[in-house]
Structure formats: structure tokens, C-alpha cells
């Protein structure tokens, strides 16, 4: 089964918007990975998202690009920045029926998570950017052999991008 883990866009300052949704740099970092997305075919059975406003932005712009019902992306406090990447993984392995899954939320839990699936000792280390996404391959949720199929920083998805 493929995870899909996705960090989401660059976002603006609580003085400047106190729920810190996506700045315009952020939507245009999210767009070119969604445009890099559709273009490489990726087919999500199930987005879920942090239900902060960046995550959520940037989850409802890949979805548009893939043809993904918006009305069908799952919103849960178990992808948040700060849930603990065992909450996660168990959470992920509950919906694993509706696989491929893609993630979208926050440092330092998607690393985490990503540690997780990567390894059973969780030591594995996936250098996430914003906007950025990895595919990764396991057998079986919540903690797997997992193997890491690839990452795209936002320099790799701009590239491209139609």
C-alpha cells in the first residue's frame, strides 16, 4: 500500500492572519505540486488533512487537480503538528481500506510518521519541505518495513509542472 505525506504550503504570520492560512507564495508553491501531481497521475483513495487552515488549503488544492470530491477529504486532529506520530500511524491504519492514503499536515509529525513507516527503530530521517511530498510503500499499518518510493521538494515539483 502507498502513503502519500505532504507538508503543506508556506503559510503568512498570525499578525497577518491569525488561523496563518497559505500565503500567496504558499498557493503557488501547493499549486505547482498539485500540477506535478495530476501530471504524474496520482490517484489518493482517501486525503486527510490537519484541520488548520494551511493544511486544509493546500489538501483542497491537490484534490482539485487530481479530480478528488472535496466533500470527501477527511479532516482529523490525529495529523496535527504536535499528535504523536503512534496516535497517527494507528489512525492511518484504520483507513488503510481506502488506500492509496495521502496526508497532509505538519512538521514535526509528518517526519515522524514518515520515521515510522521507514523503520521499526523510527531512526529514518525524510528532509520535508513545505509543499513538499513523499510516496512511501508498506505492507502493512501501523508500523511497517516501509520502503521510501520517492520525495518531491517544491524545486523538483515546479520543474514538473505544466
Known amino acids: 500500500m502507498e502513503?502519500?505525506?505532504?507538508?503543506h504550503g508556506p503559510n503568512l504570520p498570525p499578525e497577518q492572519d491569525p488561523q496563518e492560512g497559505l500565503s500567496p507564495q504558499g498557493a503557488e508553491?501547493?499549486?505547482?505540486?498539485?500540477?506535478?501531481?495530476?501530471?504524474?497521475?496520482?490517484?489518493?483513495?482517501?486525503?486527510?488533512?490537519?484541520?488548520?487552515?494551511?493544511?486544509?488549503?493546500s489538501a483542497e488544492t491537490v484534490a482539485?487537480?487530481?479530480n478528488y470530491d472535496l466533500e470527501k477529504i477527511l479532516i482529523s486532529d490525529q495529523v496535527k503538528a504536535m499528535t504523536?506520530?503512534?496516535?497517527?500511524?494507528?489512525?492511518?491504519?484504520?483507513q488503510q481500506d481506502k488506500?492509496?492514503?495521502m496526508v497532509v499536515g505538519h512538521l514535526p509529525n509528518l517526519a515522524k510518521v514518515a520515521a515510522g513507516l521507514l523503520s521499526a527503530a523510527g531512526q529514518a530521517k525524510v528532509d520535508f519541505q513545505r509543499g513538499g511530498i513523499c510516496a512511501i510503500e508498506v505492507e502493512d499499518l501501523p508500523r511497517g518495513k516501509g520502503k521510501l518510493?520517492?520525495?518531491?521538494?517544491?524545486?523538483?515539483?515546479?520543474l514538473i509542472a505544466p
Open 64 to 66: 482539485r487537480a487530481l
Open 149 to 158: 518510493l520517492w520525495y518531491l521538494p517544491p524545486a523538483v515539483t515546479s
Open 3 to 7: 502513503i502519500y505525506l505532504m507538508q
Open 84 to 94: 504523536e506520530p503512534g496516535d497517527t500511524l494507528h489512525y492511518l491504519a484504520t
Open 99 to 101: 488506500a492509496p492514503l
Open 29 to 57: 508553491v501547493v499549486t505547482r505540486t498539485a500540477l506535478a501531481l495530476a501530471r504524474l497521475a496520482l490517484r489518493p483513495g482517501l486525503i486527510i488533512s490537519s484541520p488548520k487552515a494551511r493544511a486544509r488549503q
